[in-house]
């Protein structure tokens, strides 16, 4: 939904709201029951020591054949004054930044250069959860002067795959920074959060 404004206390207040949509919901629909999932990363960057994980692209292909993939990718949003990166998900042939060919004589393709991140030992997916976050701040003119409104931005900034073996694996985005890297952890943690934000889990997919 486009932003939207209504006037409280005097104070104009903005939302700006950004949600999946059906097809990204569908495509994130086509991961649950896959049994030991691999994900694609057309680039992967570790931070040491965290061991932080971060791509800009990933795929999970969906058949042993490699032919079809849910892509995840960031699409960024900017807002009059923050910005901040949805991750939408698709099914596509072509992930970006992944290259996928034909093998010769084979029903088959193959997919690389890239990196890959393994699920071993974690069972099928069992659920995908959308992750809500949301932040209001107040603009003011300069760092002492009045308010000028209060802008509120929420949108669906992590997915969290729940696996039949009890574990999980979440996807979020680094909120207002532009580089658009999805960054990747063993767990429920999707990153930082400021002090007065909101999380909650929107919707779940079984």
Request: glycine share 10%; aromatic share 4%; proline share 6%.
């Amino acid at each position: 939904m486009p932003g939207h404004s209504e006037r409280s206390e005097g104070i104009e207040t903005t939302l700006h709201e950004h949600r999946l949509d059906a097809s990204d919901l569908d495509a994130l629909g086509r991961l649950i029951g896959l049994d030991r999932i691999r994900i694609a990363a057309a680039t992967l960057e570790v931070a040491l020591p965290s061991g932080l994980m971060s791509s800009r692209s990933l795929a999970v292909p969906l058949s042993g054949d490699q032919s079809t993939f849910v892509a995840i990718t960031p699409d960024w949003i900017q807002v009059p004054y923050d910005n901040f990166h949805v991750l939408r998900a698709s099914v596509t042939a072509a992930p970006e930044g992944i290259p996928v060919s034909p093998i010769a004589g084979r029903k088959a393709n193959s997919v690389g250069p890239c990196s890959w991140i393994e699920t071993e030992n974690f069972g099928p997916v069992r659920s995908v959860e959308i992750v809500s976050y949301e932040l209001g701040d107040d603009v003011t003119r300069g760092e002492d002067g009045p308010v000028l409104l209060h802008e509120i931005v929420r949108y669906d900034r992590a997915l969290r795959l729940r696996f039949a073996g009890g574990r999980a694996l979440t996807l979020s985005s680094r909120h207002g920074s532009i580089l658009g890297a999805i960054e990747i952890r063993s767990g429920e943690d999707i990153g930082a959060v400021r002090p007065h934000a909101r999380i909650e889990i929107r919707h779940i997919l079984h």
